[in-house]
């Protein structure tokens, strides 16, 4: 019965911190595509700022699935990620880079011309 409990923690934690890491890695690649420029004509903090933030995201985020994934491929076992710090962490790494994702990014689509009253409707990808 232990064993299927930690496959179960095991298997919703690490597909929660795929789906994290998912989102944080789509925030830095948005943000490193972006021009300068843009992030100073809808005043929304600096690139920098932005690249340091969600850059600093992926990484804890990165850092919260490597540990187990390697620990249960080297010991045979599945060891479940850590319910601790390491989950605060990546838990606040998710919500910065979700707070790009719904805030500044709307507002750079706006300045790239795929704005709210752009008449354009193809695909923001």
């Given at each position: 019965m232990?064993?299927?409990?930690?496959a179960a923690t095991?298997?919703?934690?690490?597909?929660?911190g795929v789906a994290a890491l998912g989102?944080?890695?789509?925030?830095?690649?948005?943000c490193l595509r972006t021009p300068t420029a843009y992030f100073q004509r809808v005043d929304k903090r600096t690139?920098?700022?932005?690249?340091?933030?969600?850059g600093g995201s992926a990484f804890f985020g990165f850092i919260f699935l490597i540990g187990p994934?390697?620990?249960?491929?080297?010991?045979?076992?599945?060891?479940?990620p850590s319910m601790g710090?390491?989950?605060?962490?990546?838990?606040?790494?998710?919500?910065?880079a979700s707070v790009y994702l719904a805030d500044v990014r709307p507002?750079?689509?706006e300045v790239r011309g795929r704005g709210k009253g752009n008449q354009n409707?193809?695909?923001s990808w």
């Open positions: 232990n064993n299927l409990l930690n095991f298997l919703i934690l690490v597909a929660l989102i944080q890695l789509m925030a830095l690649s948005d690139k920098l700022f932005w690249g340091a933030l969600t994934v390697t620990s249960s491929l080297a010991f045979g076992t599945l060891i479940p710090f390491n989950l605060l962490l990546n838990l606040a790494a998710v919500t910065a507002a750079l689509a409707r193809g695909s």
